[in-house]
């Protein structure tokens, strides 16, 4: 195989006999997942993607056994513009990105968003990132969630990194702060998929993807609770999507959190804390996974940001102010 910094990309796959019956295109989708699948349905149809030494279409069904060969052009993987953003950038090797990541900044471009995201600042930082797909994100935060977050800088890391995603061997811990009193921690099983009918929330619905979420208690306080999550699953805003549905919603989450809780008889002082938090209290604080070089296993952590901080702060005086 070629180096990942050159413009061509040499690749062999025997198909498994499993998928035999199946097309072209959802065969090749499945074995080599780093490339889109429209990227991959134009090398078939420019002749640079061969079964068997022919050139086949991507819709033709393959019976198992043949033999996959790419020689394929690595054009630019993205036509997002780099950006000077500044980065806080934990760890950085040959393989890997390792960012924490500040609250208000978007992962990957979107409607709305297409300028000043963490992929346009990846650009920028390490150019080289144009040749992988996403610019070796393999992982997202939502906008205003910060912390740890991993970004793959060749193709063979990003495949392992996918790898290691879909096994679920990540470790991924966030620190939450969410409304109500817990007794103890826990674990939440139920299904996460798009909202019936508003599309761009979440929703635990019968017909969604396997979600699984756990926590444990950190500390209680009067009227909310800090809890440390980990990740089984990786669904789109899944810990505020569970946190909402056991009726503990984050503070601050402006689309989960429903109305505005303050707790009787607080001071003025704390009533204007959590009025003004208002993004989810959630930071991801612990990061680990085999190094997709060494096979090491690693991992990082980093403290919650100020602004949680100084909002436990007002918790805890709230807390002394209401103690018998």
Not at 60 to 84: R, Y
Request: glycine fraction near 8%.
């Amino acid at each position: 195989m070629n180096d990942s910094n050159t413009k061509w990309r040499s690749m062999k796959a025997e198909v498994p006999d499993e998928m035999a019956g199946r097309r072209l295109d959802q065969i090749l989708a499945e074995l080599f997942p780093d490339f889109s699948r429209s990227r991959l349905q134009q090398w078939v149809k420019e002749g640079q993607i061969l079964v068997d030494g022919r050139q086949l279409r991507p819709r033709d069904k393959l019976f198992g056994g043949e033999q996959i060969v790419v020689e394929a052009e690595l054009s630019a993987q993205t036509s997002h513009a780099p950006e000077p953003i500044p980065l806080d950038i934990v760890h950085e090797d040959e393989a890997l990105l390792v960012i924490n990541k500040p609250a208000g900044l978007v992962v990957h471009p979107a409607a709305g968003n297409w300028q000043g995201t963490l992929l346009n600042a990846l650009l920028h930082h390490a150019p080289q990132l144009e040749q992988v797909p996403r610019a070796g994100i393999v992982h997202r935060l939502d906008k205003e969630t910060t912390g740890l977050l991993v970004v793959a800088k060749t193709l063979e890391a990003q495949t392992a990194l996918v790898e290691q995603l879909q096994a679920r061997s990540f470790t991924r811990e966030y620190d939450a702060i969410i409304h109500g009193v817990l007794t103890g921690g826990g674990s939440v099983n139920v299904p996460i998929g798009r909202h019936p009918s508003d599309r761009k929330r979440m929703a635990v619905v019968r017909s969604g993807k396997q979600a699984v979420t756990h926590y444990r208690l950190v500390k209680r306080f009067r009227a909310h609770s800090q809890i440390r999550v980990q990740l089984e699953t990786g669904r789109t805003h899944q810990i505020r999507v569970h946190m909402a549905h056991l009726r503990h919603p984050l503070v601050g989450d402006p689309v989960y959190g429903g109305r505005l809780r303050i707790p009787p008889a607080c001071s003025e002082a704390f009533a204007a804390v959590l009025r003004g938090f208002t993004r989810q209290a959630l930071h991801a604080a612990r990061l680990g996974l085999q190094h997709p070089g060494t096979g090491e296993y690693i991992e990082w952590q980093r403290p919650m940001p100020a602004d949680m901080q100084a909002l436990l702060a007002a918790l805890e005086q709230d807390l002394s102010e209401h103690d018998e």
